[in-house]
């Protein structure tokens, strides 16, 4: 299969050329402001099995589904006074909810891998105006290989899904770098069950308490796409490593005021959010080197280095 490139942009037509690949149950790589997604009908029992397949993503492992709007995202799921109130404060943009699935709700039954919970999401940008267009909400997990280092950009997303997709949407550069914020709002207290793109003080400063903690690194996950190795390069990864600790043929991944010259860093200020952004090109750069391994900076665990330390812990996890 060929795979077309299309820039986001007025004159380009991307968004009928989109449209006339998810009408036919077909997939599309679109860039969102977390990673690049790869978007399917989420109503549409062959747009989400290419979904599986194109990543080779175990069934097991339920998708996100992205919404218009709040109308949209309560024809599919029930939505508790919490789970409005952080939905009012974030949407559109990269908080997704876990909210029970409204029975009947029309999608296809591998969307939530025949779960009764719903994840959704209400992104801005190019997502958001083809689920207006096509008037249905769309599944769509990173634009990666399942397992591999996410997708930050289209050449990212050709990289990895060349030749198996039919049409990428290349928006430039994600703006936050890392993925949405994953909260369980089923139960009485929220649950964080992936740090992300909105730091955990930001959402407990809207609903003025404090977000339980599940991190599913090793554990029984709960969201079963949280497995322990994931977002990983094909070389090693070793985390909290100083300059002075660097090996012989390893890559230095630095951070702040740990870094080392002729080596990469991800923010030499120490600023999480450059860190962010930078977080999986640099470490798709570093790995096409092929080096001994990749070593990385310790990086504070606050805001958004939660989410950072999150991902990396991962990418260094046992690979399987
Ligand atoms: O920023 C993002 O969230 C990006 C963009 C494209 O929107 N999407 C994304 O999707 O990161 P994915 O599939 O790479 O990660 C979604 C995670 C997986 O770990 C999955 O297991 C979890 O969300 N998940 C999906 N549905 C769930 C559910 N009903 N309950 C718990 N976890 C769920
Ligand atoms: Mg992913």
């Not at 299969?1 to 599309?28: C, F, K, Y």
């Not at 999401?121 to 249905?136: I, Y």
């Not at 096409?288 to 606050?302: D, E, M, N, S, Y």
Request: overall charge negative; aromatic content about 4%; proline content about 8%.
């Amino acid at each position: 299969m060929r795979t077309e490139i299309i820039q986001h942009d007025p004159d380009s037509n991307w968004e009928n050329a989109a449209l006339r690949v998810l009408r036919a149950g077909g997939v599309v790589g679109v860039p969102t402001e977390t990673v690049y997604g790869l978007a399917g009908d989420a109503t549409n029992a062959e747009g989400v099995a290419a979904i599986y397949a194109a990543k080779g993503r175990p069934s097991h492992n339920p998708l996100i589904v992205h919404v218009a709007d709040q109308a949209m995202a309560e024809h599919y799921a029930l939505f508790s006074p919490l789970a409005g109130t952080l939905s009012k404060a974030f949407w559109p943009g990269p908080l997704t909810l876990v909210l029970p699935r409204r029975e009947n709700a029309p999608l296809a039954s591998a969307v939530t891998a025949a779960g009764d919970s719903l994840a959704v999401r209400c992104p801005t940008g190019p997502l958001n105006a083809l689920a207006r267009a096509l008037d249905s909400p769309l599944a769509a997990p990173s634009a990666n290989l399942s397992g591999h280092v996410s997708a930050t950009t289209a050449q990212h997303v050709l990289d990895d899904l060349g030749g198996v997709i039919p049409l990428i949407i290349d928006g430039g550069p994600a703006a936050h770098g890392l993925e949405s914020s994953i909260v369980d709002v089923r139960e009485d207290v929220p649950v964080l069950l992936r740090p992300g793109a909105i730091s955990r003080e930001a959402i407990e400063a809207v609903i003025g308490s404090p977000l339980a903690m599940k991190d599913s690194a090793g554990a029984a996950p709960v969201a079963p796409g949280l497995l322990a190795s994931h977002y990983a390069p094909r070389v090693p990864v070793r985390l909290d490593v100083l300059p002075d600790d660097v090996e012989k043929g390893e890559a230095y991944l630095g951070f702040g005021e740990h870094a080392l010259s002729r080596h990469q860093t991800l923010s030499a200020s120490g600023d999480l959010s450059e860190a962010a952004t930078k977080l999986y090109s640099t470490l798709r750069e570093l790995d096409q080197r092929q080096p001994k391994g990749i070593a990385v900076a310790p990086i504070p665990k606050t805001g958004l280095g939660l989410a950072l330390v999150n991902r990396l812990k991962r990418a260094a996890a046992p690979r399987r």
